[in-house]
């Protein structure tokens, strides 16, 4: 950007808050963690429990772009250090890791943290302490609503499509273009599953059903059996899952044992490699939102086949969605640092990432955008179908 456009956009950002209520300007907001020579950023994943197949890859992401970003010279100068803490999917090992991380190793921000019920656990240590908590890996609508009486709430940003209104409009469209009747939730009984769960129940609300059953699981749960059994008794020709990989292929397992084959739905959550890899035959035809094309790497073009290609070669796994997201979320933030200029505060980065400045990535997922009102940047959405083991688009522009 030039330095008239930088300068445009801070000042936006700093006009931003100079509309903003007397509440919202007293915003406290770190400068640990900056150094002449280094940026530390913080992250905790699930390197280790039930969800590592979300974890290891956004942890590899964001490596990745750490080496890229700091080996073309850094973000104005500076280097970018990651700290990786494997929290195995525990919110009290989150809340033990974001102690770690703001109290010993001084982070600047929190990025890509990974998990509903983790990152709920853990967010408001990261705002009282005046640590960004940047792109969180769930689409919890915690992430990213902004309660006016609490200034610190502004330090919460994400780019990744809301489980809530995602699934809404992507069940709302099925039931309507399938003429379905008897709509179903499975969901696991925590922060994600319950949205998923009101997204579900909105869009019954749209197409004025009623539910023909809801039932829930336990986090880690593998016995589907009596869950399963009661979607079938109930009739349920419709069946949206508020679950995450293998309990996704466990449900699916547990309705062919039964006979039992209604159109299954899932939230982004299932929108992943994993999916089709693990289940195989029995994922053939499920449904899921998603907020991006997955990046297969025989099917990439232009930059994304040479980040595909350096994937691969670096780690030894094939891309997908989740080290897509890693990427992208420490690419996001070197945009918005390198925007606040070289004498980077965090004041000056929460101007920049309120002054509506655009960051594209190189995947074509919907640009990314925020404001000073506005700190969820996923409004559109994907519809895709699992056909012969991958996931295709069938639909790119859902909306509520």
């Not at 997908?320 to 390198?338: P, R, V």
Request: aromatic letters at 8%; glycine letters at 10%; one cysteine or more.
């Amino acid at each position: 950007m030039c330095s008239f456009g930088l300068k445009a956009a801070l000042l936006g950002g700093v006009f931003g808050l100079a509309a903003l209520p007397a509440a919202a300007q007293q915003t406290k907001v770190t400068s640990q963690g900056i150094t002449p020579t280094e940026i530390v950023l913080g992250t905790h994943q699930d390197l280790s429990g039930p969800i590592k197949s979300w974890g290891v890859p956004v942890t590899n992401g964001m490596k990745l772009a750490v080496e890229e970003i700091n080996a073309a010279g850094g973000i104005n100068g500076r280097k970018l250090k990651l700290i990786v803490e494997d929290v195995g999917y525990d919110p009290k090992r989150a809340v033990l890791a974001s102690q770690k991380l703001v109290e010993k190793d001084k982070i600047f921000a929190m990025v890509g943290p990974l998990g509903s019920p983790t990152v709920l656990a853990a967010q408001d240590i990261l705002l009282e302490a005046g640590v960004p908590q940047l792109f969180p890996v769930t689409s919890a609508e915690f992430t990213y609503k902004m309660d006016p009486k609490n200034p610190q709430e502004r330090l919460k940003f994400n780019n990744v499509p809301p489980y809530t209104d995602s699934v809404r409009a992507g069940a709302r469209h099925l039931i309507q273009e399938k003429g379905l009747k008897k709509p179903c939730v499975l969901y696991q009984d925590d922060e994600f599953g319950k949205n998923v769960l009101d997204g579900f129940t909105q869009a019954l609300a749209d197409t004025k059903l009623t539910a023909a059953a809801t039932t829930s699981y336990k986090r880690g749960a593998s016995d589907f059996s009596s869950q399963v059994a009661k979607l079938k008794s109930d009739g349920c020709d419709f069946v949206v899952l508020g679950t995450v990989v293998r309990e996704t292929v466990g449900v699916m397992a547990e309705g062919k044992k039964l006979g039992f084959s209604p159109v299954y739905f899932g939230s982004t959550a299932t929108n992943v490699v994993e999916v089709p890899a693990l289940g195989k035959e029995l994922t053939e035809g499920f449904y899921a939102v998603g907020g991006m094309e997955i990046p297969y790497r025989d099917t990439a073009k232009g930059k994304a086949k040479e980040w595909a290609e350096t994937y691969f070669k670096t780690y030894n796994m094939e891309p997908n969605t989740q080290s897509a997201l890693g990427y992208n979320d420490i690419m996001t933030f070197a945009h918005y640092a390198k925007l606040a200029g070289k004498d980077l505060t965090g004041q000056k980065f929460l101007a920049a990432m309120e002054s509506g400045d655009v960051f594209q990535d190189m995947f074509g997922s919907p640009p990314v955008k925020f404001s000073p009102t506005q700190h969820l940047s996923a409004t559109v959405f994907l519809l895709q179908q699992i056909k012969d083991g991958r996931w295709v688009v069938l639909k790119r522009d859902l909306t509520n």
